[in-house]
């Protein structure tokens, strides 16, 4: 009898001694990767809900996403199926290949490569932080619900693209760690940005309904579309239109865009990021060149927030207030796009965001 209490004892004290689990953001994050490693193919619903600084714009998307892990992909370590409730078109990346699949007209149109393609219907449903976490923050903190933890991250500001008070929440599901909302919320120029993904109907490994290789077999019965080849711009070639805009900083002042010497005309908006990080580089041109080029900004949206910028910014080159129709004639509908005249008023080039290309043929067209 002696015996038996001092063993149950031994073993009392053993799991009072022993030390408890401490749950901290460390302790959370582990086991997010850990369950997200089990992870090979994912299948879930998706509502996506992005408020906009620029007016307060507000999409809330709601679709599906199929994941698939391939460790031979390079960009972004997996293979994906997306569709979006609203748009009647799927889309499928897969093995470098980007298919957008209509089956109302039973066609697919099938290009290599992958910019740009997480950015279309189908890959705004697959969330760039589902396989995992931030590893560059400036602080992080933990809390918890009955159901859930909430990892909370802070982030240094963006000066590049001129972004402040930027915020992560992850809600994870305290059973398996898998996300059940992640909140981003961020500020440029006082305005503020809310970016919601709240996830449903989640399915991991042999309980997803279907595979990447089954879609595409589907397509066997469609017909193989070729992608239309950008046309060119109507005005290349031509005499650049008559451009009398006002001046961003003084609407009642008329300004002209002269045709007295090559000019570099820059089309950008508030809300548009590569457009706010090229503004040095094109601020550069401008101070390189100044006597053999004119430099014109030009800006059809929110006008107090791009005035803003241009402040903040540090940006000289004059800025004019375009317009829809404006755009519609030099057929801007991505931005920044920028076009080179001659010093004859000549439309020579067109460029489709900031390269190299541009300062080459500007050093091009003043030696001529």
């Known amino acids: 009898m002696k015996k038996t209490f001092i063993l149950l004892l031994a073993i009392a004290t053993f799991y009072n001694c022993k030390e408890e689990t401490k749950i901290d953001a460390k302790y959370v994050i582990a086991k997010f990767q850990e369950n997200t490693d089990r992870i090979n193919t994912l299948e879930y619903r998706m509502q996506k809900i992005d408020t906009f600084a ?9 679709g599906i996403a199929l994941i698939e892990k391939d460790k031979n992909d390079n960009v972004f370590g997996f293979s994906f199926y ?3 409730d609203d748009i009647d078109k799927e889309y499928i990346y897969d ?3 980007r298919f957008e699949i209509s089956k109302t007209s039973k066609t697919y149109e099938v290009e290599p490569g992958n910019f740009g393609f997480i950015g279309s219907p ?51 599901n305290k059973t398996d760690f898998f996300p059940i909302q ?10 503020k940005s809310v970016s919601i993904a709240k996830f ?39 005499k650049l239109p008559l451009m009398e805009l006002p001046g961003l900083f003084d609407k009642n002042t008329i300004i002209k865009v002269n045709n007295n010497k090559l000019t570099l005309i820059d089309f950008w908006e508030v ?3 590569p457009c706010i990080a090229s503004f040095p580089k094109v601020e550069s041109l401008k101070n390189k060149f100044e006597s053999e080029l004119n430099v014109f900004g030009i800006v059809s949206e929110d006008y107090e927030s791009a005035i803003k910028m241009v402040e903040k910014k540090g940006t000289t080159f004059q800025n004019l207030i375009g317009n829809n129709k404006l755009e519609k004639e030099f057929g801007v509908n991505s931005w920044p796009r920028y076009f080179l005249v001659d010093k004859n008023g000549i439309v020579q080039k067109e460029y489709f965001g900031f390269s190299e290309q541009i300062e080459k043929d500007i050093k091009e067209f003043i030696t001529k």
């Open 182 to 191: 992640i909140k981003q919320t961020s500020e440029r120029l006082g305005n």
């Open 54 to 62: 620029n007016g307060g714009t507000v999409w809330n998307n709601t």
């Open 200 to 238: 449903s109907d989640i399915k991991i490994n042999e309980n997803v309904t279907r595979t990447i290789k089954e879609s595409k077999q589907e397509l066997q019965n469609y017909t193989i579309t070729q992608p239309e080849k950008r046309k060119p711009n109507k005005l290349l070639s031509k």
């Open 122 to 172: 189908g890959g705004q449903m697959v969330h760039q932080n589902i396989f995992k976490l931030d590893s560059i923050y400036k602080n992080i903190t933990l809390s918890e619900t009955q159901n859930s933890y909430l990892l909370s991250y802070e982030f240094e500001n963006d000066t590049v693209y001129d972004v402040s008070n930027r915020l992560k929440v992850y809600e994870l």
């Open 82 to 84: 997306g569709k979006r």
């Open 271 to 273: 809300w548009c990021s």
């Open 95 to 97: 093995a470098g290949k």
